[in-house]
């Protein structure tokens, strides 16, 4: 289970990643199809040709979760507006994330103690325009 540890982390230690605590979303409009040129090489540009989407499964390593449980916002009450992009710097590549401004009108969910066992699938970037494209989230 990741928790957030208040002092420095040594990620060369091996260390799990801290939870990331601000609303955000894990792609972008720009980032959700360098994401497929990035992992599927030649083949991206076919994919790309038709709807596709990027959805996470997540899941707690150890239950139950009470230190940071997910919470998931209703995309319907989240407008495009409410999104913000954001650069997230790796060592070997810059992306793109969004972080997500306050909204009164959004709406919230989350699974209390999740186990092991339960698992989450969050639609993080869909192509298709018409469609519920990108879910606020926070841990």
């Not at 605590?21 to 599927?40: C, E, F, W």
């Not at 407008?79 to 913000?84: L, N």
Request: aromatic letters at 10%; proline letters at 7%; charged letters at 25%.
């Amino acid at each position: 289970m990741r928790r957030r540890v208040w002092s420095g982390v040594d990620r060369s230690a091996g260390t799990p990643r801290q939870p990331v605590t601000a609303v955000h979303n894990d792609y972008t409009i720009k980032s959700g199809p360098q994401r497929v040129h990035d992992l599927m090489g030649e083949e991206a540009e076919e994919l790309l040709s038709h709807r596709f989407a990027i959805v996470n499964v997540w899941r707690p390593i150890r239950g139950p979760l009470r230190d940071a449980p997910l919470a998931v916002c209703d995309a319907t009450t989240v407008a495009f507006s409410d999104f913000v992009p954001s650069d997230l710097v790796y060592r070997d590549r810059t992306g793109e994330i969004y972080r997500v401004r306050y909204n009164p009108a959004h709406r919230w969910f989350y699974v209390p103690e999740m186990q092991a066992g339960e698992a989450i699938l969050i639609k993080c970037y869909d192509s298709a325009p018409d469609k519920a494209r990108l879910t606020a989230l926070r841990l």
